[in-house]
């Protein structure tokens, strides 16, 4: 089984709808991430968790929102979905402790692709 | 301005040929890792590097970090199908552990 499982993996919806995407681990770790991912933009953090009680924002979260449910839970809602939302979104984590930062292996999940139209 | 520059940003080749993409940036960074996405799954680690100057192998694969720790090479030898992925470059921007990702290297190998 993976460590890092992401549903649903496809996901097409229409403009204003409320969508939900679940991330889940079985690694053990403490730190959870969630990126997009477009064409000729690589991948970019939206949000990201280093507990259950610490989520912070990532670079583009505008239109997101996010909820730790436990240490090996973190959904990620779009509450009013748009077009210019649609794109491959990726969930990872990593195990953090003592390692350097920039040494911290992340580890993804599959990814979802969402269209919205 | 984007603090990793990736090049080529696409690459197709034949199998059997040797090739290198370049991870570049103005800044010093204490490690730089690389990471490989292959089509319809997410990114993999490949390697981490940590010191200026630091050559490390992985198979066919040789990573080369810079004397200067600004700027990455890697390099692919006889390249085959199985290699064809997208090349991820990735950076710590600070003491937390977000990793900031260059736009990537698209590498096609043509059987």
């Known amino acids: 089984d993976a460590d890092v499982t992401q549903t649903p993996r496809n996901r097409i919806t229409k403009t204003g709808k409320r969508i939900m995407l679940e991330c889940s681990q079985t690694?053990?770790?403490?730190?959870m991430y969630w990126y997009r991912q477009d064409p000729g933009l690589g991948l970019q953090l939206i949000y990201y968790s280093f507990d259950v009680k610490d989520i912070n924002k990532g670079e583009i979260s505008d239109g997101y929102s996010v909820s730790r449910q436990a240490q090996a839970k973190f959904s990620l809602s779009l509450e009013s979905a748009i077009p210019n939302q649609t794109a491959l979104y990726f969930c990872?984590?990593?195990?953090?402790?003592?390692?350097?930062?920039?040494?911290?292996?992340?580890?993804f999940g599959p990814g979802t692709r969402l269209t919205v139209l | 301005t984007q603090l990793l520059e990736q090049s080529p940003q696409f690459l197709s080749i034949q199998e059997g040929e040797n090739l290198t993409v370049y991870c570049n940036s103005s800044?010093?960074?204490?490690?730089l890792q690389w990471y490989r996405q292959e089509p319809g799954e997410g990114p993999v680690l490949l390697v981490t590097v940590v010191t200026g100057g630091e050559v490390k192998k992985l198979k066919r694969l040789t990573f080369q970090f810079g004397d200067a720790r600004k700027d990455s090479s890697l390099h692919i030898t006889a390249a085959q199908p199985g290699d064809t992925g997208l090349y991820l470059c990735?950076?710590?921007?600070?003491?937390?552990?977000?990793?900031?990702f260059g736009k990537g290297t698209l590498l096609t190998v043509n059987p």
């Open positions: 990872a984590t990593s195990a953090g402790g003592l390692a350097p930062a920039g040494t911290d292996t992340q580890y």
């Open positions: 690694k053990g770790h403490d730190r």
């Open positions: 800044s010093v960074f204490s490690s």
């Open positions: 990735a950076v710590s921007g600070g003491s937390n552990y977000k990793l900031t």
